[in-house]
């Protein structure tokens, strides 16, 4: 396809705004571009390397000026062309307001004979441009660029100029390239889409739907070193999670970077959470994943900043800064080595032994990650108790983690998607401060721990029960609040014990409740141990009037 063909089709898409009519003039070029449709279907986005490729034309703003305005004669100057674009803000109408290569117009006068680009010409020079490195390597992308221009027309250099600096804007998105090579080629969405999730590649979609259909796309799998978009997240609560799956599968939120690792055998490669080549930067993560990972395979995780705890026992996460130092380093990354250590948290299985997992059950991914990784596997509880998940909630929080995950243990692995089926827990809004009145003794390994705490409101004249907050958070922070609460027992039944009211826990919650449960008529739901407010005296804590206010406020929204 002669790239001017290309550039009158993107002006008949960039002037139309339905959407309908837009995915209709895809399509078309679609079925007129033959040989090309690969790179049509990229171009047409914008890109010129499918999106699991990292490789860039690494074409800033000034080159694309100089290339211009070599072009445009030797009149034009570089900041002339930035002037221009100081007028219009558009690179694409700075392109198509000169006159390139004057050379060329009594052939292109006299009919036929016109030394006309094409499609596949223009993307062979762009990736030449991009191989180039080293020194000399601006000049050489220069010289190929003005070429380019050089032999372009108004409006091929419209389309050109944006292609290289990765501004097409034409409305053309995703949706509507998958919807376009549905129509084109007569092959259902559903199947389109997928085959987009799991190669990353447009072009390759597009030509696999024309040639082979809808079979064809069903074989597309996943390829070891090419990455896939994440998987996403939604805020959720609680509360949510249990009424949708009944049974949720709860795991620590890793304050850190999402990693996907792909291991043949032979190499490692680390991307991140926007399909980038990281693997240079953490060759800690490799050789974890080179001593460790049962190959082939690909796993999701998250890269964590860790230090060593001062009580000699374990590590503790530093935040999310400090990986950054770390990620997409280019220089010292030996040095960075020994300043910020690295570790990998998997929690997911996407390919393992041969085998693409994104249709299968987050339970079998996961069981399929125990088996090929050893070590660094996430822990994940399965359950339908809000106590349990509470109690995750707490030890996640005590081990310096930003919180918890709450996922569909029933769900597929949905690449690129911010579905429901992966919730990170919201932050309670609001928490309050409430007397402990009650407590029940732990049981097993824990008979020597209070783990229950009953809490209490303030009234006028004493205290109410409004909830119980399960901190079944590490035995040494059990230690800590026994060791607290136990002189202050007034009084045991069995497990339970009552407790003067003299220590003040601040508890989040995801709602308030009426309730004959508690004395008090309201019930926390999901409450979750925040700290003990060693600050407060049991006066201090929060009134019944204060409960009663917020749930008349939370009812109402
Ligand atoms: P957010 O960045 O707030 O949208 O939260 C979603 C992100 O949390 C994911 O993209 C991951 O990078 C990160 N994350 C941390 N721990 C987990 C986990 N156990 N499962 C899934 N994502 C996690």
């Given at each position: 396809?002669?790239?001017?063909?290309?550039?009158?089709?993107?002006?008949?898409?960039?002037a139309e705004s339905a959407d309908l009519e837009i995915t209709a003039l895809?399509?078309?070029?679609?079925?007129?571009?033959?040989?090309?449709?690969?790179?049509?279907?990229?171009?047409?986005?914008?890109?010129?390397?499918?999106?699991?490729?990292?490789?860039?034309?690494?074409?800033?703003?000034?080159?694309?000026?100089?290339?211009?305005?070599?072009?445009?004669?030797?009149?034009?100057?570089?900041?002339?062309?930035?002037?221009?674009?100081?007028?219009?803000?558009?690179?694409?109408?700075?392109?198509?307001s000169y006159e390139f290569g004057g050379q060329r117009g009594l052939a292109s006068f006299a009919g036929g004979g016109r030394d006309?680009?094409?499609?596949?010409?223009?993307?062979?020079?762009?990736?030449d441009l991009a191989a180039a490195e080293g020194s000399g390597s601006r000049d050489r992308k220069l010289d190929v660029l003005f070429g380019l221009f050089n032999r372009s027309s108004p409006a091929e250099a419209r389309y050109l100029a944006r292609l290289v600096l990765?501004?097409?804007?034409?409305?053309?998105?995703?949706?509507?390239?998958?919807d376009a090579i549905a129509e084109a080629f007569d092959a259902p969405v559903a199947a389109v889409e997928r085959a987009l999730q799991v190669s990353n590649d447009y072009g390759r979609v597009a030509e696999l739907a024309r040639e082979e259909g809808?079979?064809?796309?069903?074989?597309?799998?996943?390829?070891?070193?090419?990455?896939?978009?994440?998987?996403?997240?939604?805020?959720?609560?609680?509360?949510?999670?249990?009424?949708?799956?009944?049974?949720?599968?709860?795991?620590?939120?890793?304050?850190?970077?999402?990693?996907?690792?792909?291991?043949?055998?032979?190499?490692?490669?680390?991307f991140s959470r926007n399909m980038e080549d990281v693997t240079d930067a953490l060759p800690e993560i490799v050789e974890f994943v080179e001593e460790n990972v049962g190959p082939p395979a690909i796993l999701d995780g998250e890269v964590v900043a860790v230090e060593p705890r001062e009580e000699g026992d374990g590590v503790r996460p530093l935040p999310f800064q400090e990986v950054l130092?770390?990620?997409?380093?280019?220089?010292?990354?030996?040095?960075?080595?020994?300043?910020?250590?690295?570790?990998?948290?998997?929690?997911?299985?996407?390919?393992?032994?041969?085998?693409?997992?994104?249709?299968?059950?987050?339970?079998?991914?996961?069981?399929?990650?125990?088996?090929?990784?050893?070590?660094?596997?996430?822990?994940?509880?399965?359950?339908?108790?809000?106590?349990?998940?509470?109690?995750v909630e707490a030890a996640a929080l005590e081990d310096g983690h930003e919180g918890i995950m709450l996922k569909n243990p029933e769900s597929e692995y949905t690449p690129g998607r911010r579905g429901k089926n992966w919730l990170k827990r919201k932050p309670d809004v609001e928490t309050l401060d409430l007397v402990v009145t009650g407590a029940e003794w732990g049981e097993g390994r824990r008979a020597k721990f209070l783990g229950t705490f009953l809490l209490s409101a303030r009234t006028e004249s004493g205290y109410e029960t409004i909830g119980k907050v399960a901190t079944g958070i590490t035995d040494e922070k059990l230690a800590e609040l026994t060791g607290l609460l136990e002189p202050e027992i007034e009084a045991q039944d069995g497990k339970d014990v009552t407790i003067r009211p003299s220590v003040v826990f601040e508890v989040g919650y995801e709602e308030i409740q009426r309730s004959p449960t508690?004395?008090?008529?309201?019930?926390?739901?999901?409450?979750?141990?925040?700290?003990?407010r060693e600050d407060k005296d049991p006066d201090d804590a929060d009134t019944l009037e204060r409960v009663e206010r917020l749930a008349g406020s939370s009812n109402a929204t």
């Open positions: 396809m002669d790239f001017a063909d290309f550039a009158a089709r993107a002006e008949e898409i960039e895809v399509r078309d070029l679609f079925e007129e571009s033959n040989d090309d449709l690969p790179i049509v279907a990229r171009f047409v986005q914008g890109r010129v390397f499918p999106a699991w490729d990292s490789t860039t034309l690494d074409i800033g703003p000034n080159l694309c000026y100089e290339a211009i305005a070599r072009a445009a004669g030797p009149n034009v100057t570089a900041a002339d062309v930035e002037d221009r674009l100081a007028e219009t803000g558009e690179i694409g109408e700075v392109a198509a006309g680009l094409t499609v596949s010409e223009v993307d062979r020079s762009l990736r990765s501004e097409m804007r034409i409305g053309v998105g995703e949706g509507t390239v998958r809808e079979a064809g796309l069903e074989g597309v799998q996943l390829e070891i070193g090419r990455p896939v978009q994440a998987m996403l997240a939604q805020a959720g609560t609680v509360g949510d999670a249990l009424e949708a799956w009944g049974t949720v599968a709860v795991e620590t939120k890793y304050d850190g970077a999402r990693v996907q690792v792909h291991y043949d055998g032979e190499a490692v490669s680390v130092r770390r990620f997409r380093r280019k220089h010292d990354v030996g040095r960075m080595r020994g300043e910020v250590t690295l570790w990998l948290h998997a929690f997911d299985c996407l390919h393992a032994d041969g085998e693409d997992l994104l249709e299968a059950p987050l339970t079998e991914r996961y069981e399929r990650l125990t088996e090929v990784l050893d070590g660094g596997v996430s822990k994940l509880t399965l359950t339908d108790d809000s106590e349990e998940i509470a109690a508690y004395s008090s008529g309201y019930a926390l739901r999901f409450p979750r141990f925040v700290a003990v």
